[in-house]
Nanobody, 121 residues
Framework: QVQHVESGGGTVQPGGSLRLTCTAS????????MGWYRQAPGKEREWVAR???????EYADSVKGRFAISRDDARNTLYLQMNTLKSEGTAVYYC???????????????WGQGTQVTVSP
């Protein structure tokens, strides 16, 4: 069973920065696609960014150029550097690990408990 814990959330003013961290247990981290999602109050959970096993990064248009995702496989840790935060960035941010087990056709998703980010004057 994979478990991971997000940290680094908090309250920041518009234009500020935060760095989120997700540390995972287990031995499948380096073979997994890692991603960040967020869920604002009253809205559906939405994808923010992902990074492949080979380090290829992808971003939602709403955060492109402001957020940076990175991973440290030696530490089983995923990061999200968030710069120039906007009020619409207020949400609970979730770390996602997607791993394709042998014999399966779809990867299995593992989720953390989330960390709150509030962007407010």
């Amino acid at each position: 069973q994979v478990q991971h814990v997000e940290s680094g959330g908090g309250t920041v003013q518009p234009g500020g920065s935060l760095r989120l961290t997700c540390t995972a247990s287990g031995n499948i981290f380096s073979d997994s696609v890692m991603g960040w999602y967020r869920q604002a109050p009253g809205k559906e959970r939405e994808w923010v960014a992902r990074i492949s096993k080979d380090g290829m990064e992808e971003y939602a248009d709403s955060v492109k150029g402001r957020f940076a995702i990175s991973r440290d496989d030696a530490r089983n840790t995923l990061y999200l550097q968030m710069n120039t935060l906007k009020s619409e960035g207020t949400a609970v941010y979730y770390c996602n690990l997607a791993y394709l087990f042998v014999g399966n056709v779809q990867p299995k998703d593992f989720w953390g408990q989330g960390t709150q980010v509030t962007v407010s004057p």
